[in-house]
């Protein structure tokens, strides 16, 4: 079985402040890890994915994310936000085809 | 390159009327995944299509869903009859292969309300 934790249902931060998400997941075999990002009255858009090798993954929009084994995580962080960063942030996790996503972090952010 | 296309992308009916997704994967990806979104549930696995077949379809609800995909680049997502409870935003994804390495790739989703 695989699921996800995101902390936070709702993240808000100042333009060019740092963008810190929270991803803790589970699973009992070693872990394929995505972000996606969602924005309004649109589909899922990949940000980034772990699968094997370095761990700390680059993303678009300047965005990456660190895995760690030990704690279980796979936060994602960006430098500075910028406007067109709001919107809906899932992380998901998946061993096979069947992909198990968090319940989702909204990011606002404020002039 | 064209990505995951769906239709429509809003529809608006009375209970009881068979609604009727479509969805046109990637080219040249053979796996098909039909999702559900709520606010309630979040986003839910509906069925899982790999090179045209059902492999996975214990998300869909009841026996008023059904899925099918006659070819490679076209599947459809049938809810008979439709009741106010199936109101959500309706996705459909494809990837290259189905090992859990390769992400999936989002349409913009179909938005539906049962009235």
């Known amino acids: 079985a695989q699921s996800v934790t995101q902390l936070g249902s709702h993240v808000s931060v100042s333009e060019g402040a740092l963008v810190l998400l929270r991803c803790n997941y589970s699973?009992?075999?070693?872990?394929?890890l995505f972000w996606y990002v969602q924005y309004p009255n649109q589909g899922l858009q990949l940000l980034l994915k772990y699968t094997t090798g370095a761990t700390l993954v680059k993303g678009i929009n300047g965005f990456e994310a660190e895995f760690k084994k030990s704690e279980t995580s796979f936060h994602l962080t960006k430098p500075s936000a910028h406007m067109s960063d709001a919107a809906e942030y899932f992380c998901?996790?998946?061993?096979?085809?069947?992909?198990?996503f968090g319940a989702g972090t909204t990011v606002t952010v404020r002039a | 390159d064209a990505g995951v296309i769906q239709s429509p992308r809003h529809e608006v009916t009375e209970m009881g009327q068979e609604v009727t997704l479509r969805c046109k994967p990637i080219s040249g990806h053979n796996s098909l995944f039909w999702y559900r979104q709520t606010m309630m549930r979040g986003l839910e696995l509906l069925i899982y299509?790999?090179?045209?077949?059902?492999?996975?379809d214990s998300g869909m609800p009841e026996d008023r869903f059904s899925a099918k995909m006659p070819n490679a680049s076209f599947s459809t997502l049938k809810i008979q009859p439709s009741e106010p409870r199936d109101s959500a935003v309706y996705f459909c994804?494809?990837?290259?292969?189905?090992?859990?390495?390769?992400?999936?790739?989002f349409g913009d989703g179909t938005r539906l309300s049962i009235l």
């Open positions: 699973s009992s075999v070693p872990p394929y």
């Open positions: 994804a494809s990837s290259n292969g189905g090992a859990g390495n390769q992400p999936q790739h």
């Open positions: 998901a996790v998946s061993n096979d085809y069947k992909l198990s």
């Open positions: 299509f790999n090179n045209n077949v059902p492999i996975d």
